[in-house]
């Protein structure tokens, strides 16, 4: 298995970039293919981004494309979320969570195996 820890979330104002990074330990961080997701207070979590292991294929909600950019360095076993041109309705808690073993795209929550604890972006306007 593998253990993930983000870190990078804070308060910020609209227009200010974050960069969001997820550090794993434990099991090999190449076999997981990765992927970050939001939740906002009285909403479910939703899918932001994801990464093949590898790091040549990705995906994102339609609703960050062009703002946000997603990345992973193997050999530091660390993941990445570039988070430009933050909006007030960007105001959530950020995990990442890995998945191993399935083909195909993990858009839902259900579909990956470990999980952070999050990070909290908080954007004012």
């Known amino acids: 298995q593998v253990q993930l820890v983000e870190s990078g979330g804070g308060l910020v104002q609209a227009g200010d970039s974050l960069r969001l990074s997820c550090a794993g330990s434990?099991?090999?961080?190449?076999?997981?293919?990765m992927g970050w997701f939001r939740q906002a207070p009285g909403k479910e979590r939703e899918f932001v981004a994801a990464?093949?292991?590898?790091?040549?294929?990705?995906a994102y909600a339609d609703s960050v494309k062009g703002r946000f950019t997603i990345s992973r360095d193997n050999a530091k076993n660390t993941m990445y979320l570039q988070i430009d041109s933050l909006k007030p309705e960007d105001t959530a808690v950020y995990y990442c969570?890995?998945?191993?073993?399935?083909?195909?795209?993990?858009?839902?929550?259900?579909?990956?195996?470990?999980w952070g604890q999050g990070t909290q972006v908080t954007v004012s306007s």
């Open positions: 990464i093949t292991w590898s790091g040549g294929n990705t």
């Open positions: 969570a890995a998945r191993s073993g399935r083909p195909g795209w993990g858009f839902i929550p259900s579909l990956y195996d470990y």
């Open positions: 434990g099991q090999s961080f190449i076999m997981y293919d």
